[in-house]
C-alpha cells in the first residue's frame, strides 16, 4: 500500500508536467502567431515608392520661391554648381 501513494505522486506529476508542456507550446504558439501579424502589418504598411517624372542626375525645372527673409530665390541662380534641394512643409 506504501507504493500505491508514491505511483499516484508521480502519476500527477506526469500530469502536471504536460499541462505545463502543453501551456508553453500554446504560449508560444501564441507568440508566434503575434509576431507574424506584425510582420504581416509592417509589410502592408510600407510605403509605395514616390512617382518622378525626374531620374537621379536630370537637370531641375527652374523655378522662384521666396526664401526665409521672404526675398525671392531662382534655382537659376546656382546654375553650375551643385545643389541639393530641400522641401519641408512645416512651421518654422
Known amino acids: 500500500m506504501a507504493l ?3 505511483l499516484l505522486i508521480i502519476k500527477i506529476a506526469s500530469i ?3 499541462l505545463v508542456t502543453k501551456a508553453r507550446k500554446i504560449l508560444l504558439t501564441i507568440i508566434v502567431l503575434l509576431i507574424a501579424a506584425a ?3 509592417a509589410w502592408m504598411m510600407i ?5 518622378s517624372a525626374f531620374a537621379d542626375g536630370d537637370a ?11 526675398h525671392p530665390f531662382t534655382l537659376s541662380s546656382l546654375h553650375g554648381s ?3 534641394l ?3 512643409r512645416g512651421y518654422w
Not at 523655378?63 to 527673409?69: P, R
Open 4 to 6: 500505491y501513494p508514491s
Open 16 to 18: 502536471l508536467g504536460a
Open 47 to 51: 510605403l509605395p515608392k514616390p512617382q
Open 86 to 88: 530641400v522641401f519641408y
Open 60 to 70: 531641375a525645372p527652374d523655378f522662384t520661391l521666396n526664401d526665409q527673409d521672404g
Open 82 to 84: 551643385r545643389v541639393v
Open 39 to 41: 510582420g504581416l502589418l
